[in-house]
């Protein structure tokens, strides 16, 4: 009996110990985009609680044409702050890490790229027109660019010299190339092949070298939340650009059609999005001025008689304003040409229809009112010379004529007069005149 219990106990231990030894996993994050302030919120987050949970280590899988300094140095931060040591590996294949991609995968600790992939081309790019004071500025970011690089080559003892050319040279480099000049430690052509490799590599904290124990680890696919994916995709700027005109169109709806609440409300939403969204791209400020002075000229359309020009120069200023409004000679910070032209002629057909229907209405002769009382046709219920009664639209009214109009005649009201009295006269009359007048011609 007491051999059977032995033999239970044993072989509850092995299932525990063989349990918790499947249960060592940690973090696989998959940053397929630009690196923007979502993104690098994103990383930190997920660095913070690797560590909380003091995880083996964080693996960060980067496919990125490079982005922001401010969010990258944000990512490079929980990188070098991290106790658990962080892997870059740059795939799959065909991906690459361009720009800022570049400097985060210098400050991992083991940085990992899969065959066809890229790295380099990590010099700053300036934003706005050059001048002399422009020039002695850009000189300045990319000396403190360069000489970031070479402080993250050095603590994690790789090429610095190579890390300073892909700043002051933009020097892009393959797989390979990068392993022969030390630019990485390893190339891996998946992910498994990749915790094979890094098993048993030192990596060192505190100055004192440590060893990385992947074995038996499984990868943990962490994702954005909802909220994470619709922020990033807001910092698209194809996206942010047609939220701000859908927010124009919708307040300009609003502001035409007092009381609808809803294209205002949805207008006033896209706006707030849309300036969310221009806080991570570098805005031109003119190509908004430009914009909006397109809205403008296409209102004042409704209020000027400029026999349409003032509609061609606002659809003018709107292509011009669409095609200056992201200042950056970086491709995946420029919009699509295919977009602005879709959206400035559904935008300009919007505000013309608009427009059109609103010149349309207040062409169309008033109906209620004193005004609206012009031209109706009604009849006499006594005679009338000075004064009488006749009943016109449903109702009776005092009525005065200069001719003398016999009861039960048709009348048509010339306009109201004051103290609510109609000026009328006869049908017949007019016709008769009407008559004279073609048996002359």
């Known amino acids: ?32 985009s630009p690196i923007n302030p979502v993104t690098a919120l994103f990383i930190a987050e997920q660095v913070s609680i690797a560590n909380q949970n003091n995880d083996p280590a964080i693996l960060i899988q980067l496919d990125t044409p490079g982005g922001l300094d401010t969010a990258m140095r944000e990512i490079i931060q929980a990188e070098l702050n991290s106790t658990i040591p962080v892997i870059v590996y740059v795939a799959p294949q065909g991906a690459r890490a361009a720009s800022a991609g570049t400097l985060i995968a210098l400050a991992a600790d083991f940085a990992v790229m899969a065959p066809g992939t890229n790295i380099g081309a990590a010099h ?34 790789r090429n610095q010299d190579w890390a300073e050319q892909a700043i002051l040279e933009s020097a892009s480099i393959s797989a390979q190339e990068a392993l022969d000049l030390s630019v990485i430690d390893l190339i891996a052509d998946n992910t498994e092949h990749l915790l094979k490799q890094l098993d048993g590599y030192k990596y060192i904290r505190d100055g004192k070298a440590l060893t990385l124990s992947v074995d038996g680890a499984d990868l943990n696919r962490i994702e954005m939340n909802w909220r994470q994916k619709v922020l990033n995709a807001l910092s698209n700027p194809n996206i942010a650009y047609m939220l701000m005109m859908l927010g124009i169109i919708g307040i300009f709806f609003e502001v035409s059609q007092p009381g609808v609440v809803l294209p205002g409300a949805i207008g006033a939403i896209a706006i707030l999005l849309a300036i969310f969204a221009f806080s991570s791209l570098p805005i031109n400020y003119v190509g908004v001025l430009l914009i909006l002075l397109a809205i403008v000229l296409l209102i ?3 209020k000027v008689i400029s026999y349409g020009m003032l509609s061609v120069g606002g659809i003018i200023s709107m292509a011009f304003g669409s095609l200056m409004l992201i200042d950056s000679s970086e491709p995946y910070l420029q919009l699509s040409k295919a977009v602005i032209a879709a959206t400035v002629t559904v935008s300009a057909g919007f505000f013309l229809l608009a427009t059109g229907m609103v010149i349309k209405t207040q062409r169309r002769p008033i109906t209620s009112g004193q005004e609206g009382m012009a031209g109706e046709i009604g009849e006499a219920i006594e005679p009338i010379y000075a004064t009488g009664r006749v009943f016109v639209h449903g109702e009776y009214w005092q009525a005065h004529s200069d001719v003398l109009i016999p009861a039960g005649a048709q009348i048509e009201v010339i306009r109201v007069m004051d103290g609510l009295q109609l000026k009328v006269k006869t049908c017949e009359t007019i016709s008769s005149v009407e008559k004279t007048e073609s048996e002359e011609d």
């Open 1 to 32: 009996m007491i051999s059977v219990l032995i033999a239970l106990c044993l072989m509850i231990g092995f299932s525990v110990q063989s349990e918790t030894t499947a249960q060592v996993s940690f973090r696989h994050l998959n940053i397929a």
């Open 124 to 157: 700053p790019v300036a934003i706005g027109a050059g001048n002399q004071s422009d020039n002695a500025m850009m000189e300045k970011v990319e000396n403190d660019a360069a000489a970031y690089a070479r402080s993250l080559a050095q603590k994690r003892g």
């Open 300 to 302: 004042l359309e409704v």
